[in-house]
């Protein structure tokens, strides 16, 4: 089950925490949750915070898909940043860690 911190504004980023397991059950939770998030804030940038995350399947991948398509139309950018190797891993395979920008800390914990 896919748990969701409320988003945090860093200074110029809009940062959303996921914990738990990011699959096809989960998925149109975190989507929900991550294009709230990226239109309810003036911020140029979506990071998610997936250093709680425990596993992540293809299912879950989906809703990054449709994310990065939302933030694209409003000229925003999406990164993923914390990812355990475990789940980075998936986004390598997949190859999709060249499409998303993939950064080691979040700029909530970077500001802090």
């Given at each position: 089950?896919?748990?969701?911190?409320?988003?945090?504004?860093?200074?110029?980023?809009?940062?959303?925490?996921l914990?738990?397991?990011?699959?096809?059950?989960?998925?149109?939770?975190?989507?929900?949750?991550?294009?709230?998030?990226?239109?309810?804030?003036?911020?140029?940038?979506?990071?998610?915070d997936?250093?709680?995350?425990?596993?992540?399947d293809?299912?879950?991948?989906?809703?990054?898909?449709?994310?990065?398509?939302?933030?694209?139309?409003?000229?925003?950018?999406?990164?993923?940043?914390?990812?355990?190797?475990?789940?980075?891993?998936?986004?390598?395979?997949?190859?999709?860690?060249?499409?998303?920008t993939?950064?080691?800390?979040?700029?909530?914990?970077?500001?802090a």
């Open positions: 089950m896919l748990a969701s911190s409320p988003s945090v504004t860093a200074p110029s980023a809009t940062v959303v925490y914990s738990g397991v990011l699959n096809a059950e989960s998925a149109a939770e975190f989507e929900r949750k991550l294009i709230s998030a990226m239109r309810c804030d003036r911020s140029n940038e979506v990071v998610v997936m250093s709680q995350v425990e596993s992540l293809n299912g879950g991948l989906l809703p990054f898909m449709s994310a990065l398509n939302a933030v694209r139309s409003e000229s925003k950018d999406l990164s993923i940043c914390s990812a355990p190797p475990a789940i980075r891993i998936v986004f390598e395979l997949t190859q999709l860690d060249r499409i998303f993939m950064v080691e800390h979040s700029p909530a914990a970077v500001a």
